[in-house]
């Protein structure tokens, strides 16, 4: 764990109450026009403080007045494509900046785009993915609006074509668009139909041999009308693709509730339970499985992650407060031997309420979950930032998933990140078990509002997990 240190605010302070005495117009001075940059610094300088194992690479400085660059489902908002990764973020103005670099390597290539965002909106991320053929695609700036999604002119290029339907079906009320990668190159698209409360899930399938995309569904889990599902995706290396959802009864986040889960064996047509029981589409309340039932007012957050352990098992991270608590906990949900169980991680003390519409302002963040084998064991992280650790980069560590007490909590860096959720590489962990995190110190008032806050550094945090070989 990295350790904790003099933090060089203090001394700033301190000083600044001396000159103070002395020189009022010299406080003056520095305190409004030199403390921003000034503190930008110690906070990069405070993120460089690491765990063993753990490398940051700077970018270069984005907006961060609310959340929008650093929110859960962006996916994703960086991709590696054989030896080049890529990013993607808003700058100040709400630009979308796209860049690249070697991996391995400190050297970005960054090209302000064309394209703008509403930044205040702090729905309206942007998510890239690479295809098979080395074409980047990005879509951005969305929250119950027209699609706005474009894709490289050549392989490994930045720069962009100009915007284009995908199939021109369902695609005026556009909500927190994914990109999924098979692995045969070909991609998926998910994105919400309609509004929170009454929305369906649309699933898009792009053909790198024709360079087409069709539409699978336009209405793969269906609100009916009346509610509509959050969820959280993974395509494992067996080319299943892996949906768990939660439903919202109103715009009201603490009308969410249930944990549900569905699987397609064949790129997407048709769907299963986990039982092999086939879905009749499209997927409604009353017919889907139950992972887990949680009621409404438990502070169930939603869109999370989820990925599959080295037998295509499913797990699921999310976080919600159990009848008999008023602390709402992280839960790993699994299935092992045809049985859904869940880990409650237990770590918590502060209690907190889940309520309202908006971006919330929320003393945890939404995790991410990774998973590996450690002999016969599934082994899970869990990557999260907790007011109760200071807002730092954190992970929970279980070798055996199966076990209750084994958790071990470390974090990754010794700096707050403000209210920072984790993004990170998928398919540079799945290809070289390595996970580099977005990283980016962010604000974010309750529903909606902006906090003044001047830009902050963009940075990638590489984490190698110490695995063990068998």
Request: proline residues 4%; glycine residues 6%; contains cysteine.
């Amino acid at each position: 764990m990295a350790g904790e240190v003099f933090h060089p605010a203090i001394f700033i302070n301190i000083l600044m109450v001396f000159l103070g005495w002395f020189y009022s117009d010299i406080k003056t001075i520095l305190m409004f026009r030199f403390l921003p940059l000034l503190f930008i610094m110690i906070n990069s300088a405070a993120l460089a403080q690491l765990m063993p194992g753990v490398s940051v690479t700077k970018v270069g400085d984005g907006w961060a007045g609310n959340s929008i660059n650093t929110v859960v489902f962006r996916k994703n908002a960086l991709v590696t494509y054989k030896d080049t990764q890529f990013i993607s973020f808003y700058n100040a103005k709400g630009w979308v900046v796209i860049g690249k670099r070697k991996t391995g390597t400190a050297k970005w290539q960054l090209k302000q785009t064309k394209y703008t965002g509403n930044i205040k909106d702090a729905h309206n991320s942007i998510s890239i993915t690479v295809d098979g053929d080395g074409y980047l695609h990005l879509a951005w700036d969305h929250h119950n609006n027209q699609l706005n999604y474009c894709k490289g002119v050549q392989p490994l290029s930045l720069d962009l074509t100009e915007k284009t339907l995908m199939t021109g079906k369902n695609e005026n009320s556009i909500s927190y668009p994914e990109f999924y990668k098979m692995p045969s190159g070909d991609l998926l698209f998910l994105y919400r139909d309609g509004g929170s409360g009454r929305g369906n899930l649309v699933v898009n399938k792009y053909n790198i041999a024709t360079k087409n995309w069709t539409q699978l569904h336009d209405n793969l889990i269906d609100g009916e009308g009346r509610r509509n599902p959050y969820w959280q995706a993974c395509v494992d290396d067996r080319s299943v693709i892996h949906i768990s959802w939660v439903w919202r009864e109103s715009p009201d986040v603490a009308s969410n509730h249930d944990m549900c889960y569905a699987c397609s064996m064949d790129g997407g047509l048709s769907w299963e339970k986990s039982t092999k029981q086939k879905y009749t589409l499209p997927i409604t309340m009353a017919a889907a499985e139950h992972a887990w039932d949680i009621p409404e007012q438990s502070e169930l957050i939603n869109q999370t992650s989820m990925c599959t352990d080295t037998n295509g098992d499913p797990v699921i991270a999310s976080y919600w407060r159990d009848k008999d608590s008023q602390v709402p906990q992280y839960h790993i949900l699994y299935k092992k031997a045809g049985q859904w169980q869940v880990k409650n991680l237990l770590f918590r003390t502060t209690p907190f309420n889940l309520g309202g519409e908006g971006t919330k302002q929320i003393p945890i963040s939404r995790p991410q979950v990774i998973s590996w084998n450690e002999g016969a064991a599934t082994a899970v992280a869990l990557i999260f930032r907790d007011a109760e650790r200071n807002n730092k980069i954190s992970v929970a560590i279980s070798n055996d998933i199966a076990l209750q007490d084994n958790w071990k909590l470390f974090d990754l860096t010794s700096a707050s990140v403000g209210a920072w959720e984790p993004c990170y590489d998928t398919e540079l962990w799945k290809s070289k078990q390595i996970v580099d995190l977005f990283v980016q110190h962010t604000a974010q008032a309750d529903a909606e509002g902006l906090v003044n806050m001047q830009p902050q550094l963009v940075s990638v945090l590489e984490w190698k997990p110490l695995l063990k070989k068998h």
